[in-house]
């Protein structure tokens, strides 16, 4: 096992809007290495194989549709399940909704999310096609606490890979994915547990943070 030591048991809140594919890895790994977390629930804006994918993990899977609530009464609901749940972090997985700055500010400092990028190069959408229109040779993904700029929140870790020549927008979508899989429940793992801290606008590693990062956690990396 890795020997990453926590001084509490900590509760994690999950929100999706697609495949679940980066939770599926979060949940595996904080099992896989007995990581002392409780998954509250998998909380999804639309129907999709997240939820589906959490039930058969055994955690609970809710939907708060958006089409159907509307933009303010969805907003509205998620805060007030999000303050009865009370969690230690909020995980963004592949959650495609603009939170409202306004209502939910008190909570960026709970929230990590993943961005398919190096950030603060290509924010938004589209980034792999964007990455091969520019031709950048250089791509990644990001892992960043929210702010109430979209993509802008202070970063906590970062991996890259080099751009092929003949890459396409689905092979580095494939390639930037499996980063993300690495790099995002690892980063959750170093801020439970201490690795990192946040102080102001900016997440600081501590001990022999990078050893445990580069080295011990890959491994044991084989999902």
Known sequence: MVMVQFSKKHKILILVSGRGSNMVSIIKTCRRFEWPVDFLSVISDRPCEGILKARDLGIKGELLDRAKLGKDAFQSELFKKIKTYVPDIIVLAGFMVILDAKLFSGLFHLMINVHP??????????THQRVLDENVRKHGATV?????????????????????????????????LALEHFIFPLSIGAVLSGKVIREGDKW?????CERWFLEEFKLFYDF
């Open 117 to 126: 990028s190096l950030l603060p190069e290509f924010k938004g959408l589209n």
């Open 144 to 176: 960043h606490s929210l702010s109430s700029g979209v993509d802008e929140g202070p970063i906590i870790c970062q991996a890259a890979i080099s751009v092929a020549t003949f890459d396409t927008k689905e092979t580095l979508e494939k390639k930037v």
């Open 204 to 208: 600081n590693h501590v001990e022999n």
